[in-house]
């Protein structure tokens, strides 16, 4: 029988317990009972509203009326070829599936980089690894405070273990692809990963989410990232999902003491769109870099969601977003900063950019900044605009068509954002993607 | 060349070309000289085709075809360049990629093939060579940042790589210190031949010591109101526009 939710509170409480008999009787005992403390967190919690001052912006109406079901069917429509159809051209590096939110070993590259870097299912590393993940799993995203949370934590069922050893460089990325399927109804897929850099470590995580069909699903996805001392990690989310589907995420990294992240995110799927970026600066000296490009049309909503917590000394941040909307799209961006007391000399700057190709399509975007400290420096800025039409004219004046310029000038807005990347030919897929994005817009008659 | 009759030009309900009239031959180099507000950047847009401004009357044809007819990039392809009195800034754009773009999108016009990446490189650092123009530039975002000297340079070095048939320059002296004038002058000068014609705008006589015009006109309120040679312009340096 199928697990369903029928959208309620209380379905999401109740079938918990129906769902660790089915799918997950093997489970060892501190997983269960994280799963029950979890779901107690979202029995107070329910689904946020709109008068909940982080959800503003974002109805979740239509995610309370929903229907979903917990998939049953394995990695059936999911072939070998489809997957390799999502891959980088030019990027060679180690793969893994999951499709649904299980892990698909027979899509997937067995890694043996050695060095005692560990790259598995999360499934797997909690019955080999089981004292290493129970030290991380869960102990920095908050399944007390936020809902999404709460949910992912008692009813994931897999997702990518990366673990690097003190002192190792692990050069090539890892692919991790999350592919979502049409089982005929709406499913309910959980998504979750764990990412341990050691002290002087390097890494690379690509994660990357899409669908096989575009079918209703809620996906709700939480990446905890554990950034040792002097660590360097590069972490990538690149959100390709049905255009019908509801997707959340959350990636809440820790950072300890002189370590340096960059993340990125691209957002293109998804009818209602929450992307949650949290890092925790922890240890003095750290270093966190963010970017995000979200890309919307028609009635889809993009919610991005930054909290930027500075908890020591002399630590930098560097929040980079920008936003194309077009149609009756709807984009948000919260960017709140927090700064705790003690933590002098913070460097932190937010800067959100958007472009409107649309009378219809809207930005709410809000900076907050909390500061419990005199000595920082804190900057944010936002715009919203449509396309320079001075800029246009300019580039027309040299000979260049309309269509091209405007090409020309959406390039370098999305370049912004992403020529940050280090991996270059996911770079430049990314590119081609957003181009396509666009000139699609463009022939639609749209896309002034 | 350019032939521009009567033209009668407005924007949001105000006329500022008031019946304007210039003829221009191959070869010729114009200045069209005049005080502030009496209309000669609006003449310069409307000739580069910026859509805000709205003829109401008159004609422009440039090498036998009607102008105001053809898109921007269509006037520019036909071999008009229009030297920006404030050239955009556009981040993110690099000034090697623009024109790149801009030469091949004339070439491609013309059915030509497009220049390579080295040949189009070795023709850009000849060119800045010339002009004194640091090489770093070409990688540097269109206009972003660069001072006003850098900006007017640009936009002839911009000049030299499309290499048009009817040059305007829309005060592209101003603000320029003496140096840099002389590098644009020479610019200028050195694309001078029987086929290429210039329209020098310009506020200040001193240009034109440097640029020496074949004809100077004088500008007033939307129309052209005295034309003469080179001396026209010392002697308007001398009295001014209060007479006219």
Redesign the interface.
């Known amino acids: 029988m199928a697990i369903v939710f029928d959208g309620t509170r209380e379905s999401y409480v109740e079938r918990l317990s129906e769902f660790l008999d089915s799918e997950q009787k093997n489970a060892p005992e501190w997983i269960t009972t994280l799963r029950r403390e979890a779901i107690s967190g979202f029995a107070e919690l329910g689904f946020p509203t709109l008068s909940d001052e982080e959800w503003r912006f974002t109805n979740l109406e239509a995610l309370r009326r929903g229907s979903f079901s917990i998939a049953e069917n394995g990695i059936s429509g999911v072939s070998k070829k489809s997957v390799d159809s999502y891959g980088f051209p030019g990027l060679d590096c180690p793969r893994l599936v999951f499709v649904n939110g299980r892990f698909a070993p027979s899509l997937s590259d067995t890694v043996d980089a050695g060095k005692g870097i560990l790259v598995k299912s999360l499934s797997e590393a909690i019955s080999e690894q089981g004292d290493l993940v129970k030290d991380h799993l869960a102990r920095y995203a908050d399944y007390e405070k936020d809902a999404f949370i709460s949910l992912n934590t008692s009813y994931f069922e897999d997702g990518v273990f990366v673990y690097v050893p003190d002192g190792t460089v692990f050069e090539q990325p890892v692919h991790v692809l999350h592919v979502s399927t049409d089982e005929g109804r709406p499913l309910f897929i959980n998504p979750r990963n764990l990412i341990i850099v050691g002290q002087s470590s390097v890494a690379k995580v690509i994660e990357h989410y899409v669908s096989a069909s575009q079918s209703v699903y809620f996906s709700n996805v939480v990446t905890e990232v554990v950034c040792g001392e002097n660590a360097n990690l590069e972490h990538y989310r690149l959100e390709f999902e049905s255009q019908k589907a509801f997707n959340f995420s959350t990636l809440r990294v820790n950072q300890q003491k002189n370590s340096n992240i960059a993340s990125h995110s691209v957002l293109c799927g998804g009818a209602i769109v929450r992307n949650n970026v949290h890092p925790v600066l922890a240890g003095e000296g750290c270093n966190s870099d963010i970017y995000g490009l979200f890309i919307s049309e028609g009635r889809q909503h993009m919610d991005n969601f930054m909290r930027v917590e500075h908890a020591s000394p002399h630590c930098d941040s560097r929040q980079f977003y920008n936003g194309v909307l077009d149609g009756r799209s709807k984009g948000v961006f919260h960017g709140r900063i927090l700064v705790h007391e003690g933590a002098e000399k913070t460097d932190a700057k937010q800067t959100n950019r958007n472009l409107l190709l649309s009378d219809t399509a809207q930005i709410d975007t809000k900076p907050q900044l909390e500061i419990y400290n005199d000595d920082v420096k804190c900057t944010h800025g936002a715009t919203i605009g449509q396309m320079d039409e001075e800029a246009l004219f300019y580039l027309r004046s040299r000979g260049i068509s309309v269509r091209q310029a405007k090409i020309i000038m959406l390039q370098a807005f999305t370049g912004e954002t992403l020529e940050h990347m280090s991996i270059d030919s996911v770079r430049e897929a990314l590119e081609s993607v957003v181009m396509k994005w666009f000139e699609q817009r463009l022939e639609n008659g749209k896309g002034r | 060349m350019l032939e521009v009759k009567n033209l009668h030009v407005q924007v949001d309900d105000k006329e500022i070309l008031k019946g304007m009239n210039i003829t221009v031959a191959p070869g010729e180099v114009h200045s069209i000289m005049g005080p502030n507000g009496s209309g000669k950047s609006t003449l310069a847009q409307v000739l ?4 805000a401004y709205e003829v109401t009357e008159g004609e422009v044809t440039f090498q036998g075809k009607d102008l105001l007819d053809l ?3 269509e ?3 036909e071999g008009i ?2 030297a ?1 009195q404030y ?7 690099a000034n090697t ?3 790149r ?3 091949n ?2 070439r491609e ?1 013309r059915d030509e093939k497009p220049l390579k990446h080295v040949e189009f490189g070795k023709l850009a650092r000849e060119k800045m060579k010339a002009l004194g123009i640091d090489e770093d530039l070409l990688k540097r ?2 206009n972003t940042g660069f001072s006003g000297g850098e900006k007017k340079r640009n936009e002839i070095f ?1 000049m030299q790589i ?1 290499e048009p048939t009817l040059a305007v320059l829309d005060e592209t002296d101003s603000g320029l210190d003496i140096d840099a004038l002389k590098i644009v002058a020479n610019g200028v000068n050195s694309m001078r031949d029987s086929g290429r014609s210039f329209i020098v705008i310009t506020h200040y006589q001193r240009l034109l010591n440097y640029i020496v015009p074949d004809f100077v006109h004088v500008m007033v309120d939307g129309k052209i109101v005295r034309s003469g040679g080179k001396e026209l312009a010392h002697e308007l340096e001398e009295k001014g526009y209060a007479g006219f």
Request: aromatic content about 12%.
């Open positions: 580069a085709g910026k859509e898109e921007p990039e006037r520019a392809c360049f229009l920006f050239p955009v800034e556009i981040p993110g754009v990629y623009l024109l773009e801009a030469l999108a004339k016009y975002s269109v911009q499309l």
